[in-house]
């Protein structure tokens, strides 16, 4: 029997990254428009951080969320329509509420992999208005297999629908992935997804390990874009699936179609993996520090690569971009100190 695989496709979400945030109208409405006409189950939309998530801190998005949600509602008929929220950043009372107004369809809710507890409340608050929640545990290879497990049973317990596991510094081989597939689907009663990136060029096989270990749910961006190396690439993805006899209910031609509108409309930026992307995934460090870690390093005159295994050393998470710049003063302390 044909195994069908759930895609879900955070380009206009994670893609927001490799671009500060600064993903146009004219941008939003095009890809909308071209991964509706190849099919794509779940178009996920917003700042690559989430809903609410436009800050001084994290980069302010050209967009505010109100406008994301109209323009992607407004051109998505058959694709339904997702947004990642981070507890924290998005409110129930306001964020959750506007966006279940504005017709969103799928909610990921989303925290770092031993932090499932904080999203008890907005998984609650997204069943009981009658919309589809998923939970999802970013950085995953900071926690063992029987850790996820554990925080993943919280999820479910609190309505989730699904759990999705993100390789979010792109630090996973395949039988990393397959051994914490394994344990999430044998533990679970809900779907398993995996959300890749591309940091030491493992995204496509990582999702094709995490299928063959139960997965029903993968994520995958157009041309991988997305933070740091990029994502999986999505039309890679669905050819190799296709090749493999996994249904996705995708079109091949119309989603090669949708890659040369991103390559046309996300221009400059392409996903590939650069030598700090090598260094993101070694060192387990989330990809879309990136940037700001060449900025400090630059300020400081440090090496960026020591910044990253620095940041390592810390367990940084997404959210703590402070940390960056904490750890290149420190650097640059040392090496006054060694030439004194």
Request: glycine share 10%; charged share 20%.
């Amino acid at each position: 029997m044909t195994k069908k695989i759930l895609i879900s496709d955070p380009t206009l979400r994670d893609g927001n990254h490799a671009v500060r945030h600064q993903l146009s109208r004219e941008s939003f409405v095009a890809y909308c428009k071209a991964a509706e006409a190849a099919g794509v189950p779940i178009v996920e939309v917003g700042h690559g951080n989430g809903l609410g998530a436009s800050s001084m801190l994290v980069g302010e998005c050209l967009l505010s969320d109100d406008d994301i949600l109209m323009l992607s509602r407004t051109n998505l008929v058959k694709s339904r329509l997702g947004i990642h929220v981070i507890p924290g950043f998005a409110t129930i009372k306001t964020d959750l509420a506007k966006a279940v107004d504005a017709g969103v369809d799928v909610f990921r809710i989303a925290s770092h992999c031993t932090e499932a507890d904080i999203t008890d409340r907005h998984i609650g608050y997204i069943r009981n208005v009658g919309k589809e929640a998923f939970g999802v545990l970013m950085m995953s290879h900071m926690a063992t297999p029987a850790i996820l497990l554990e925080e993943a049973k919280k999820m479910e317990s609190y309505g989730a629908e699904a759990v999705i596991i993100m390789d979010s510094a792109g630090a996973y081989f395949p039988e990393n992935v397959t051994e914490r597939i394994s344990t999430l689907v044998d533990g679970l009663s809900i779907p398993v997804g995996f959300h890749g990136h591309n940091n030491l060029g493992m995204a496509v096989i990582n999702s094709v390990a995490a299928v063959n270990a139960g997965a029903t749910i993968i994520d995958g961006t157009i041309r991988g874009f997305g933070a740091g190396a990029g994502n999986t690439q999505l039309e890679v993805l669905v050819a190799v699936f296709d090749r493999l006899g996994f249904e996705t209910g995708i079109d091949l031609y119309k989603i090669l179609d949708a890659a040369d509108v991103a390559e046309k409309e996300f221009n400059p930026v392409a996903a590939s993996i650069s030598p700090m992307s090598i260094v993101s995934g070694l060192s387990g460090v989330f990809s879309g520090f990136a940037k700001p870690v060449a900025q400090a390093a630059k300020e400081y005159k440090v090496d960026g690569r020591d910044i990253f295994f620095g940041l390592g050393k810390r367990n940084a998470v997404a959210g703590q971009e402070s940390l960056i710049f904490e750890v290149a003063r420190e650097l640059a302390a040392q090496n006054t100190s060694l030439r004194t």
